[in-house]
């Protein structure tokens, strides 16, 4: 199926297919926001044309300068121009703004710690891109940190609170089988969708062991940081960003913000919710290695923490005999002295495939079948010239924290590029229905919300021609 920019908006198009909005509302929420109060203090806005506004969207301002620097920003992030227009992007920014002004109507929150957490780890990064922290406030054209963070803070704050709005709109729709039926029987079967070629696959990994004398090793070194941070007042903070091995957090000294909600490690989060405020732990345990972690702040059920990872090296003796091993088990798949689903069940050190036989789920669609042309290029080119139930070469692979393993890889079945069939291909077809109920569902709300907001589209934007009713015509 195929939507036009007219037949939807612009920013569903980017919330379901491009992505490319949020970055250019972050390039300009700061404006946005800034300008909110002054223009309420010196002119009734909801009765008066204000020079330079092309908007007003609730409580929110949209300057003409936002649009013009927004079109720059996406320009500049190569992407194409060729179907956004600035009267579109006015549009999707003036979505944006009817969002995130309905979600604070309907009282949705965001976490004040999760924002400072992103703030930091933007800033962070921004530092480790641009050398120091006096050229990225140059990028930014700030004075100083505080200044910088509190654009940041407010960039990130609309962002959550507009999908925070669009989320609950969206969630709240449900389809029924006998929608799915009708939605696929009123496609004419000369405009029935064309699904690729996709692959069921199952794989098998094999991990090198770690040896207890590797993980005493960590242990103790955490200790020692512990002794030095508890007993001499070394910074945690510190010592994070020299030796911790966590990629997601050592640039800000270990830092997280997080509740009982949030997808951590089990034993992370039991460590950290037992903790008092400025406690430090005693090395711990979880799959990813060995943390120590340091409450710095409980904000009633949320709480910021840092943490040490130190992931024990795996000697060269034990990653050949991992290498053994899975050489072993594909000569025994190959001769037929076991089957690949019984082998995965029986060696495999993969969780969450193991006691499936190592068969693969879609994590974007929640079956078991890969569009190849969609699919990783690493995995792509792993299983491309694959034959049905082939079993791979053996397979190098690394995980988040650089530690070797080895896997091998099956496809289990393989479908060809094939005419959208109703029976084959029922939840491909669901997620079609659905996702085009959720934009029909979109479309009403802001049709309501349009008539029920105060809007004033000013200056050029008012001669545009515009998917919703901004001009209220």
């Known amino acids: ?41 010196e002119v009734p806005f909801q009765k008066t044309k204000i020079d330079g506004v092309a908007a007003v969207i609730g409580s929110y301002v949209i ?20 179907e956004v227009d600035k009267c ?60 910088l963070k509190k654009e940041l803070y407010e960039v990130h704050k609309s962002s959550k609170l507009s999908n925070q709005m669009r989320s609950k709109i969206t969630d709240e729709v449900e ?21 690729g070629t996709e692959l069921e696959l199952a794989q098998i990994v094999i991990e090198p062991k770690v040896s207890e004398e590797a993980k005493q090793k960590v242990i103790n070194r955490l200790q020692q940081f512990r002794t030095e941070i508890v007993e001499n007042g070394s910074s945690f903070a510190t ?14 000294g270990g830092k ?38 340091k409450v710095d702040k409980i904000r009633g059920e949320e709480i910021d923490v840092r943490h040490i990872l130190l992931v024990p090296e795996i000697e060269r003796e034990n990653v050949e005999k991992a290498k053994k091993l899975i050489d072993s088990i594909r000569t025994s798949i190959i001769s037929g002295s076991i089957s690949f689903e019984d082998a995965a069940r029986k060696f495999s050190d993969e969780k969450e495939t193991k006691q499936n036989g190592g068969k693969l789920i879609n994590p974007t669609t929640g079956d078991t079948h890969f569009e190849l042309t969609k699919i ?31 896997k091998l890889i099956t496809v289990l079945n393989r479908f060809d590029e094939h005419i959208a069939d109703y029976s084959k291909d029922y939840l491909k077809i669901q997620e079609l229905a659905l996702r085009k109920k959720q934009i029909n569902a979109i479309r009403k709300w802001q049709d309501e919300k349009i008539r029920d907001t105060y809007i004033k589209v000013s200056g050029e934007y008012e001669n545009c021609e515009y998917s919703g009713n901004w001009l209220k015509k």
Not at 90 to 112: I, P, R, T
Not at 264 to 293: I, N
């Open 239 to 252: 010592k994070a960003v020299l030796y911790s091995q966590d990629p997601g957090s050592k640039s800000t």
């Open 88 to 147: 579109q992007l006015a549009g999707s920014l003036f979505e944006n703004k009817l969002y995130a002004h309905h979600a604070v109507q309907d009282s949705l929150e965001v976490s004040e710690g999760e924002i400072n957490s992103i703030v930091e780890q933007q800033m962070a990064y921004m530092v480790q891109e641009l050398g120091t922290m006096e050229k990225v406030l140059s990028f930014y054209k700030k004075e100083d940190v505080d200044a």
């Open 63 to 82: 300057l003409d300068s936002d649009i013009d620097v927004a079109y720059q920003q996406i320009v500049s992030e190569g992407v194409s121009t060729d």
């Open 1 to 41: 199926m195929k939507f036009t920019i007219r037949e939807i908006t612009i920013n569903t198009i980017v919330f379901f297919i491009m992505g490319y909005a949020a970055i250019a509302q972050e390039i300009i929420e700061e404006a946005v926001v800034a300008q909110v109060d002054s223009v309420k203090k």
């Open 376 to 406: 990783d290029p690493i995995l792509y080119d792993q299983v491309s010239k694959l034959k049905e139930n082939e079993v791979s070469l053996i397979i190098p692979d690394q995980d988040r924290q650089g530690r070797k393993k080895f």
């Open 175 to 195: 389809i029924t089988p006998e929608e799915v039926r009708e939605f696929f029987d009123d496609i004419p079967k000369d405009e029935r969708p064309l699904f």
């Open 256 to 293: 997280y913000t997080l509740n009982r909600k949030t997808p951590f490690a089990k034993e992370f989060k039991d460590v950290a919710f037992s903790s008092q405020e400025g406690e430090v732990s005693e090395p711990f345990e979880t799959e990813f290695g060995y943390h120590l972690l």
